[in-house]
């Protein structure tokens, strides 16, 4: 009996295994096609100033929105382009895309903002991604200063190269922010030795900040970390009004999240750049 069960198990295993590795080679090859084809485009999510209530930038997120598959989460796609290497073309493609759309914005006349486009581990272990990256500057004619680059702690696996690409795209302007922040492998001790400009604290740390004393005090010596350090925080993930509330006391000057907006087309997003504009006045709509 227990062997039969053993066998039928194995069976089972076996079977969801084929069927996974075969999604996976669909999938893999659907990616290959939608890169070649640029089936994607990017929505565009608000990152607020707390003390002011202003628009300081965006968030640049990959979408794929597949002709029979639907939207695929880049939590699905993603990974699976990194596994594959897939992820340089993609992520080539997200930054010019981004860049070339801040620079129309800013040639619109719009207060300029500074977007944040995702970088993969990657994408920073690859040779080349420096000049890449000032070859995709000098095309899409933006300026360093508005454009910052989220990095996860996993590319401090490799730190001595982590630590030589984040300076020398810091030697171009370029702002560099760790996304995610609480969650990996940095430790309170060596961040002081990281060029970074922004520490991002993971929305999972924000989610229950209101409710959890432990989270509430790992947000705030990430603040008094920042503080001491000169670097700026933003919060992510924030969703509603108490979170906020929590924020703001402990003197938290950024935020992003649902509450103020969720990633928006770059029609609607345009739309809201106008609608601030309306608030505070500093262009003229015609
Ligand atoms: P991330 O960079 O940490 O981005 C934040 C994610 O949280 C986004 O999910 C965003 O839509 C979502 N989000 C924003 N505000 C809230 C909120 O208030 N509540 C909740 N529950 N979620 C919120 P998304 O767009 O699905 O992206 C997931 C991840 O995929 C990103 O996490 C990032 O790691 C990766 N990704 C997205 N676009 C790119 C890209 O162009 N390149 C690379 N390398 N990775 C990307
Ligand atoms: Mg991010
Ligand atoms: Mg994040
Ligand atoms: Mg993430």
């Not at 968030?59 to 382009?81: C, D, M, Q, T, Y």
């Amino acid at each position: 009996f227990v062997k039969e069960r053993g066998r039928n198990g194995y069976a089972f295993f076996e079977a969801k295994m084929e069927e996974k590795s075969l999604e996976r080679i669909l999938l893999e090859n659907e990616l290959r096609k939608a890169i070649q084809l640029e089936q994607f485009h990017i929505d565009y999510q608000p990152k607020i100033d707390l003390s002011k209530n202003k628009l300081i930038g965006m968030e640049a997120l990959v979408r794929w929105n597949h002709p029979e598959l639907g939207k695929i989460s880049p939590n699905k796609f993603i990974p699976l382009a990194e596994e594959t290497g897939l992820i340089l073309p993609l992520g080539e493609w997200v930054l010019r895309r981004g860049c070339e759309q801040n620079k129309e914005w800013q040639d619109k006349g719009y207060t300029p903002l500074k977007i944040s486009i995702n970088l993969s581990a990657r994408q920073i272990s690859y040779p080349d991604i420096v000049r890449k990256i000032e070859e995709i500057l000098i095309e899409t004619k933006l300026e360093p200063e508005w454009l910052e680059l989220e990095v996860t702690e996993s590319i401090f696996v490799n730190i001595e190269n982590a630590i030589t690409v984040l300076q020398q795209l810091r030697d171009l302007g370029v702002h560099i922010s760790i996304d995610d922040f609480g969650t990996g492998y940095s430790s309170f001790s060596y961040i002081k030795h990281l060029p970074v400009d922004t520490l991002k604290i993971d929305a999972s740390f924000i989610r229950d900040i209101h409710q959890n004393k432990e989270s509430q005090a790992i947000v705030q010596a990430v603040l008094t970390l920042s503080q001491t350090l000169g670097i700026n925080v933003i919060a992510e993930g924030v969703e509603n009004q108490r979170q906020l509330d929590v924020l703001r006391e402990d003197g938290c000057s950024q935020g992003q999240g649902f509450l103020f907006s969720k990633p928006l087309s770059s029609q609607d997003f345009e739309e809201y750049l106008k609608e601030s504009v309306r608030a505070t006045g500093i262009k003229e709509i015609d």
